[in-house]
Nanobody, 120 residues
């Protein structure tokens, strides 16, 4: 089992920034992927950004949704089993509940979600 605890959501004006954090605990595998998904009202959950790590260093392969490229940056600290999402130049359409995910060996765990609201 893996537990995920998210923090950092909130209300921000358009053009502002927020940083989300997600700490994983439990049975952490050396090779895993951690990421952020979001779900806006009436829409399906979508991938925002994901980072894959072999556990050797804190760097990893990343991929982003086209809508956030150049504005959001995902990073991780393997020593802390924590993934971050730095969100800059936020837009009202970024408003959603953001969920942290952890995947390894065909299993995915989800955080409880954190609300991000961007006002125009």
């Amino acid at each position: 089992q893996v537990q995920l605890v998210e923090s950092g959501g909130g209300l921000v004006q358009a053009g502002g920034s927020l940083r989300l954090s997600c700490a994983a605990s439990g049975s952490i595998s050396r090779l895993n992927a951690m990421g952020w998904y979001r779900q806006a009202p009436g829409k399906q959950r979508e991938l925002v950004a994901r980072i894959i790590s072999s556990g050797i260093t804190s760097s990893g392969n990343t991929n982003y949704a086209d809508s956030v490229k150049g504005r959001f940056t995902i990073s991780r600290d393997n020593a802390k089993n924590t993934v971050y999402l730095q969100m800059n130049s936020l837009k009202p359409e970024d408003t959603a509940v953001y969920y942290c995910s952890y995947s390894s060996i065909g299993t995915t765990y989800w955080g409880q979600g954190t609300q991000v609201t961007v006002s125009s």
